[in-house]
């Protein structure tokens, strides 16, 4: 009874305090008499590469636990007067990975050790998470290019929106997919502190240099009670020190003259491009620290530089400099212990284009500077049966983007100089481009706990809760050159129409809040291991005040400088603070089982039900922030490229203010009164079975289902009438590739928007993934894995408005689109896809790598622009009558590449590695985008292929 009341009384902790994390790893275990009984009062010590000596005793059960610890190899010493000391060495530990122990003592009249060097099972048999460790091995020695988006590539059914030889895109922010989820859904933990971008939902804040860290785990299922999505969920561990003073230096370098050559495509030529590549690429860092007293104060630091100097299809450079570093001190003094770090980055670029780096000449080019910094501290204290962890982590971050054709008027604040021009058809940006600026600051702090009691309710009981507090202010900032773009339209013949767009500055404050509780009870009832936690999350968004400036024309040595054009709809404005009425807001239960069939931790089955919300970040905020205004004009150019004022229409062509209440100062926005956040729903089933010494085969099948999805329908007046599918019609019927097509506008143009959640629309996703996974022992170490899915899209015509498109997304597959980081028009999604990495050690400490990906190639979305619709509607991407959405696709896509590295032993404690990688060995072109347009005479031609093949060399030094 007593037990049960010191349970109840540690879930009741969570009215009070509690926070989100990711794990860390943590070693259970029980010390049994040779018939199966367990021993009381065994001192168990454990000591570590990375830590200090940690002393235990085992409970009245016999059990004994070590939680929080960094990846690294341990021993364990277990002694007892009257028994033989039993030291249990070689235990290597992952992050997020639970060891658990049975370790026998047999009693003795003399002092006597027993020394074992034995292998620990390889399957998790506490969690259920689907999940991947990228380990120090597989960061150092395989053929990946060593950036954060390479290595994620090697975790099974991850895809990602690009593809990467030798790291020349590793200053770009790769979008990634896996697991049925979208972009949004991924979190970026660093030591398990949420460092997710809370203005780029999915994203990192950072550069994260991999080759400064210990550990990666990637989880794609199944995801822990401390998780609020269900989409991929990132753990980059950093390195620590131990009571030896240890460091590391690398140097990576690849160079154009080490490329393979590769044929110009037809679309190269015609346009006198050149192949892409890399003209120079360095990595070099080092990582250093030990003891500052011995087994109780550490420290560590680590500096990493990636150099890269791209080349463009254009033949243009596209410089990188990215820049990470840490400094962190950590501390054991008997049941407390701390860490403390701060960590620094910069990415500062050099011909970061607007929009591809195969469109653009010079005058487009921006110069991007992002530097930022993370401050990290986490506090831990035994008592008893309870831990509890404080921890709380603050990023600083933001970066500007400085276009090269123009300056800021330090007088009036706009960007003047060199026009932006704007070509449609074939898709152009020429001379200057926006300047950008934004500062994005986070909190995440923490309080959480663990709470053990044995022999409870038939079994023993780990009670985890914690809560989570996040706020974040983001400040974005927009100058368009002389506040306009000089837009032209290309038709396939000679004619051609020309508009301007007036477009003034724009500045926004907006403000993120997330709150979230969670509880969960882990029973252990012998095979048998049952989780059962429930999860609260409430996300809220708000505008800061601000001033908007009004739109002035620029035309110096005029008459007509600085006259103001349309003031009613461009003029000044202050945009009041304001907190939107709509939040996201779940509790997500979540329950699984793991049962060990055989009862050694050999053979495991694994069954998870969850529920997951989304993150809203600053996207709350966003639906009611002013649009950046825009209304474009006739243009009747009189040959010089220069728009003046003498040659603007005076009507209004397009615009996007009509949906802004001059009255309020926001957009006219409304929500639904139940309207919340989208929801994943999952069920996963796996199989895991060890096959030998550090060597595990998994069968695990997926069923999720995302629905409550978020829609918008128009508000018809000032009233606030909502629009009803009565106002979309047929307008026109278009003829696309020989066959006829509708295409819908409205019969009266909105003037707001609407939000709420659909009722019946879903996203469905069946998969299924076979992977056998063997950690480096005895010379060897591989990942294999094979993945298929099916992700499609379930819509509903009677709850559907805009119904372009409906027939070809309707049944369809589900393939976020990517935008931005130098990509556009790439659809992710491949059904199936096959994944090798693996290294084999040869005789004289020669070693070889390789890594294999193959993939079905994405879907290509074939479509007509039509433009002229009623209603204010804006132009529409129509697909052709008939056709399914993943119908088409981009052939196979498969890359292979190869590494060699020698050992060489210089003490004891010192060794060097020098490594040739090959990165594309077999030199494939393989396509990675067409011309998708059916307005184009040469739709179907490839635009993008993947670079050639090129080595890299390098040096590793471990001392």
Known sequence: MKKLVLLLAAMALISSVAMAQVQLSEMFGTVVLPDGSSIPGVTVTLTGDVIGKMTTVTSEEGNFRFLKLP??????????????????????????????????????????????????????????????????????????????????????????????????????????????????????????????????????????????????????????????????????????????????????????????????????????????????????????????????????????????????????????????????????????????????????????????????NNGSLWDQATPGYLYYGALQQILGNLMLEAKAVYTDGGFTLAPRGGKINPANGHLEGAEWHYIRVPRLYLDNFEWYGTDRNMINASLSGNYFAEKVLGGDHEIRFGVDYVSSHSTSQSLYPNQRCAYT?????????????????????????????????????????????????????????????????????????????????????????????????????????????????????????????????????????????????????????????????????????????????????????DFNTPILDEITLAYEHQLGEDMALSLTGFFKKRHNLITTKGIMDAAGTLETKDNWYVAKTVTIDGVATDVYGRHKAIVGTYYFNYAKAYDQYLAGQLVLSKKLSNKWMADASFFYMDWTSKRFAEETFNMNNFDYYNGGVVAPETSGSGLADIWINSRWSFKFSGLYQLPWNISITGVLQVREGYPIFYMQSVSGLPGGVAAQEIAKKGTKFGDQRLPTNWVLSLGLEKNFKISDTTNATLFVDLYNATNNQQILKVDNSYNSPRKGESLMVTNAGMFQFGVRVNF
């Open 71 to 360: 990846p690294g190899n341990y021993e364990v010493r277990f002694e007892l007067e009257g028994f033989k000391t039993i030291i249990r060495k070689g235990i290597r530990l992952f992050v997020g990975k639970n060891v658990t122990l049975t370790v026998p003592m047999e009693t003795t009249t003399i002092q006597e050790e027993v020394v074992v060097t034995a292998k620990v099972a390889v399957i998790d048999t506490r969690k259920n998470t689907v999940a991947m460790n990228v380990t120090k091995e597989m960061i150092q020695s395989l053929p990946t290019a060593r950036n954060p988006w390479t290595v994620m590539n090697l975790i099974p059914g991850l895809m990602l929106d690009r593809v990467d030889v030798g790291g020349t895109d590793s200053g770009q922010q790769s979008n990634m997919i896996a697991g049925g989820t979208t972009t949004d859904d991924s979190t970026w933990n660093v030591d398990g502190a949420n460092i997710t971008d809370p203005s780029a939902i999915g994203s990192a804040p950072a550069y994260l240099n991999v080759n400064n860290l210990e550990e990666i785990q990637v989880t794609v299922g199944a995801n822990d009670i401390t998780a609020q999505t269900g989409g991929i969920q990132l753990n980059f561990v950093t390195k620590k020190a131990g009571n030896r003073y240890a460091g590391d230096f690398h140097m990576y370098v690849s160079d154009k003259a080490w490329e393979l050559t590769h044929d110009l495509t037809p679309y190269m030529t015609r346009n006198k491009y050149v192949t892409p590549g890399v003209n120079r690429l360095y990595q070099y860092g080092f990582n250093y620290g030990g003891p500052i007293i011995k087994d109780k104060w550490f420290w560590n630091g680590a500096w990493g530089v990636q150099d890269i100097h791209g080349r463009t299809i254009t033949g243009v450079e596209d410089a990188t400099w990215l820049v990470m570093g840490y400094i962190k001190t950590n501390f054991q003094l008997g049941n407390t212990t701390g860490e403390f770090h701060m960590t620094y980055d910069n990415k500062q670029k050099w011909g970061r284009t607007a929009l591809s780096p195969a469109q653009q």
């Open 489 to 673: 339209y290309l038709q396939s013949d000679p004619s051609y129409y020309q508009t301007v767009w007036l477009i003034p500055d724009w500045k926004f404050d907006n403000l993120f809040k997330r709150t979230s509780f969670y509880l969960q009870d882990t029973m252990s009832f012998g095979k048998l291991v049952v989780n059962l936690g429930l999860r609260y999350d409430k996300e809220q968004g708000s505008l800061s005040d601000s001033e908007l400036k009004k739109f002035t024309w620029y035309q110096p040595g005029s008459p007509y400088d600085g006259a103001e054009l349309f003031p009613t709809l461009l003029g000044a404005l202050t945009i009041p603070k304001t907190t939107v009425p709509a939040a996201y807001e779940l509790i997500s239960p979540r329950l699984s089982f793991t049962y060990d069939i055989s009862g050694d931790g050999k053979n495991v089955v694994k069954l998870s039900l969850g529920r997951y919300g989304s993150q809203s970040g600053t996207n709350l905020a966003y639906y009611l922030t002013p649009p950046v205004r825009e209304i474009d004009v006739m243009w009747y150019d009189d040959g010089d490229g220069i728009p003046e004022y003498n040659e603007l229409g005076t009507d209004i062509m397009w615009t996007n203010t009509n949906t802004f209440d001059y009255v309020k100062k926001l957009q006219n926005v409304k929500f639904a009164s």
